[in-house]
């Protein structure tokens, strides 16, 4: 019996295993369960990113798939992961806000909100802006029930879909590759009383996770 190895057991292997499951691909999941960067990623879909203010490279097609995607999950699983949210970008000085106003023609598609003062955020005299269409992912939830849902899976041979993310760019048949990987650091805080709601983009980012808790990197 052919079945599909899938190397790799955070985002992107699931992501492969329900794209599999829905064709009735028989696959099973090789690899270590628990850690890697699925297990502490902050799921932040941000449409437009950087200094620069630059919109990611084919997110309005890539999103629009995503958001489809995790709702037919959702659907077979009966939990929400995915949380559309507008990403609030703080302006950290003048000159910032005047590279917005120069770039806001060609960032229309997502200029939601625009602020001259953001308050209750430091720094948030020089204003803000929304962006739409973004939102986050509860990956680590959205990981584990996936693995629970497919189980063990088969045994059998056939073909190999390496998902193991940085760990496969340093080792393994990827490994001659060039790569630029970047180290993150995240944290989970709580701040009593605090009661921001939206995500907040000034440098780093804070995701607002409810009951006084926040995600920060």
């Given at each position: 019996?052919?079945?599909?190895?899938?190397r790799?057991c955070?985002?992107?292997?699931?992501?492969?295993?329900?794209?599999?499951?829905?064709?009735?691909?028989?696959?099973?999941?090789v690899?270590?369960?628990?850690?890697?960067?699925?297990?502490?990623?902050?799921?932040?879909?941000?449409?437009?990113?950087?200094?620069?203010m630059?919109?990611?490279?084919?997110?309005?097609?890539?999103?629009?798939?995503?958001?489809?995607?995790?709702?037919?999950?959702?659907?077979e699983?009966?939990?929400?992961?995915?949380?559309?949210?507008?990403?609030?970008?703080?302006?950290r000085?003048?000159?910032e806000r005047?590279?917005?106003?120069?770039?806001?023609?060609?960032?229309?598609?997502?200029?939601?909100?625009?602020?001259?003062?953001?308050?209750?955020?430091?720094?948030?005299?020089?204003?803000?802006?929304?962006?739409?269409?973004g939102?986050?992912?509860?990956?680590?939830?959205?990981?584990?029930?996936?693995?629970?849902?497919?189980?063990?899976?088969?045994?059998?041979?056939?073909?190999?879909?390496?998902c193991?993310?940085?760990?496969?760019?340093?080792?393994?048949?990827?490994?001659?590759?060039?790569?630029?990987?970047?180290?993150?650091?995240?944290?989970t805080?709580?701040?009593?009383?605090?009661?921001?709601?939206?995500?907040?983009?000034?440098?780093g980012?804070?995701?607002?996770?409810?009951?006084?808790?926040?995600?920060?990197?």
């Amino acid at each position: 019996m052919m079945v599909v190895e899938i190397r790799g057991c955070g985002l992107a292997g699931v992501c492969v295993g329900w794209w599999l499951w829905r064709r009735g691909v028989e696959f099973c999941f090789v690899g270590e369960r628990g850690r890697g960067a699925s297990w502490a990623a902050a799921g932040l879909m941000n449409p437009v990113t950087g200094k620069g203010m630059n919109v990611s490279w084919e997110t309005g097609r890539f999103l629009g798939e995503a958001k489809r995607f995790y709702r037919e999950v959702e659907a077979e699983l009966g939990r929400e992961y995915f949380r559309e949210s507008g990403v609030l970008r703080v302006f950290r000085s003048g000159e910032e806000r005047e590279k917005f106003a120069g770039k806001r023609g060609e960032l229309a598609e997502w200029v939601g909100d625009e602020f001259e003062e953001v308050e209750g955020v430091k720094g948030g005299e020089f204003g803000g802006v929304c962006w739409e269409g973004g939102g986050w992912l509860g990956v680590r939830d959205f990981v584990r029930d996936s693995l629970a849902f497919f189980g063990e899976g088969a045994s059998g041979e056939g073909p190999v879909v390496f998902c193991e993310g940085a760990k496969g760019l340093r080792e393994g048949p990827f490994s001659f590759l060039p790569t630029r990987l970047a180290k993150g650091e995240i944290l989970t805080l709580r701040g009593p009383g605090w009661g921001e709601e939206r995500i907040l983009n000034r440098g780093g980012w804070v995701i607002p996770l409810g009951e006084d808790l926040y995600r920060v990197g």
